[in-house]
């Protein structure tokens, strides 16, 4: 929660006991008061233990790793050699380890830390530079960390922290390996956290390898989904689903939008269908250079696009404020996914709408998230695509009672839907595309 205060001012912070520059950093970052996942967790962290924690995106697990990490290093400070590093902050993509280095920078501004960020995607030359006289706080992404390392250009036996941030991304992108091995080179005496949006038996599993003793916080059940996310789900066959977009984003009301597509095809396709509406977007995902993925980022952040198109692999590093809507132009055939994406709108108390366009061959799909997360996704048949079939479809397999909403609009008119179209079917669907897998960072 963010209100108007000055640097002097005490808030709900100073019940964690931190240290003076930390104090000052959050009071200018305009922070009142801690998150769950904060006010539960840094405290047992300033005590040196093992941590689990699990929380939805989006509920401050950046500062409730960062700020004791920050605390430690400055108290026990110590001068760091040649090429070692004092704390490890191994994080699953590019974009999340720039976000995660951003905060530390910001909350470590008064505490004259040496801190780097290295990731694959670019020319290493700088990062072995940053590397060479050693760093208190790296954040790096498995497959450049593993590289550097196997190059001896950085040493990992000195770490006394090591995170483990979005656990279950790094096991879905096929990380499991490359962390279990850097894990190897770390001492067992360091300070471990695990931190995960989901637990799925695999991270549960990892855990116990990984932490001694560990400390449990969770602050919402796995798979749930915040409460002030407005869920909507509209029924569509495949072949309208490009124009029903459209019409959606001519309302004005949708100031800034997240988009997510399956594929890395996909993604380019929804933006070019939308340029040539003269709707100004972008797409994020693996195939896009390390400079691209940036740029449209920061395009999105200023205001300079109000639609961002993204894969899921390229998600994790999205950590922009404002963004009033979320839109699963494809569904995700995991519910875990489907909790990531819409946990981008909602952030730090605001509200948000999720909106999902479901075709036929997806209702398997809207069926296994609404089972995780144990609430049903309310329909929307306001909008001149909604296919009734698929709605009666709906109606017959679902598990809960469904109902539809008359809501306010929240997109423009479009043209009339062609009336006797065939529903795209689940077989060859997805022929020319593959969904995106992750790869080395």
Known sequence: MHTNITPQ???????????SPLCRAVN???????????MQAVPHLLKGRDL???A????GKTAAFALPILQRLK????PVGRKEIRSLILTPTRELAVQIMESFEDYGRYLNLKQTVIYGGVRQEKQVKALKYGVDILVATPGRLLDLHNQKFLR???????????ADRMLDMGFLPDVKKIHSFITKTSQTMLFSATMPIEIQRLTKGFLKDPIKVEVAPPSTTVDKIDQRVLFVDRENKGALLKSMLEDATIERALIFARTKHGANKIVKNLSKGKIRADAIHGNKSQAARLEALNKFKTGKIRVLVATDIASRGIDV????????????????SYVHRIGRTARAGAEGIALSLCDLGELGYLKKIERATNKPVVMEKDHIYHSETIASKRGRSSGFKTKSTQKKRFYGKGPSSRKNSKPATRRGRYKSERPERGRKN
């Open 52 to 54: 689990l924690g699990c």
């Open 28 to 38: 200018e970052k305009e922070y009142s008061n801690p998150t769950p996942i904060q």
């Open 56 to 59: 939805q995106t989006g509920t």
């Open 75 to 78: 108290e026990n400070y110590q």
């Open 9 to 19: 001012t005490p808030n709900g912070f100073d019940a964690l006991n931190l240290i």
């Open 156 to 166: 990992l036996d000195k770490v006394e922290v090591f995170v483990l941030d979005e």
């Open 321 to 336: 404020d404002g963004i009033t809507h979320v839109i699963n132009y494809d569904l995700p055939n995991e519910p875990e």
